[in-house]
């Protein structure tokens, strides 16, 4: 019994050491501008972990973001696709009808332990909605070990701005006419 426990420990200590984690979006804030609302997010670096030219973050299925509004740390940039920049390990949730915003990194090398990175800002169409769930991924370099270069990813969950109940009815009917269209040319 006490082998069982021994060895169960050895394992549970291996995967620890060798456990590590890519770039972390946190949300910041959602606050009122005018008609519309800012959202910001911040990241975290892990320890163990850097961020080299060609890192990204992306957030899944954001809501009615106003394209051109956004802002971010110098070397940083933004895209916004409808279907997501993702890392090859990793499978998110995507909604091919809601926009994916994803920031790539093309600067100086950032090593973690860093969350003094700066603000990831974007304005939404609409006062501040109520926060919905949605997910992020990310990519990064682990910066130190015998497996140094190597790409780091991960997935997790994010708050993202909800659409409004008239952007929402206008997407379920775009949604309602590719589905038809699809049916159709299968036909």
């Known amino acids: 019994m006490k082998r069982f426990h021994f060895l169960g420990l050895v394992i549970v200590t291996l995967g620890l050491r060798t456990a590590h984690c890519a770039i972390i979006p946190s949300f910041d804030s959602a606050t009122a501008f005018g008609n519309n609302s800012v959202w910001n997010y911040t990241i975290n670096v892990p320890a163990l ?3 080299e030219t060609g890192d990204f973050f992306t957030i899944y299925d954001f809501g009615n973001f ?3 509004s956004n802002s971010q ?3 940083w940039a933004l895209t916004a696709l409808p279907v997501g920049i993702t890392p090859g390990q990793t499978l998110p949730t995507d909604n091919p009808t809601a926009l994916n915003l994803t920031w790539t990194y093309d600067g100086p090398t950032i090593t973690g332990p860093s969350l003094d990175i700066g603000t990831f800002r974007v304005t939404v169409v609409g006062p501040v909605s109520p926060l919905g769930i949605s997910q992020f991924a990310s990519q990064s370099t682990l910066a130190a070990g015998p497996d140094a270069g190597s790409k780091l990813q991960n997935i997790g969950a994010i708050p993202v701005p909800i659409p409004e109940p008239g952007t929402a009815t206008l997407l379920a009917i775009g949604v309602a006419f590719l589905g038809r269209s699809i049916f159709r040319r299968r036909k």
């Open 49 to 51: 972990t850097q961020v």
């Open 66 to 68: 106003i394209p051109g």
């Open 73 to 75: 740390p110098v070397g």
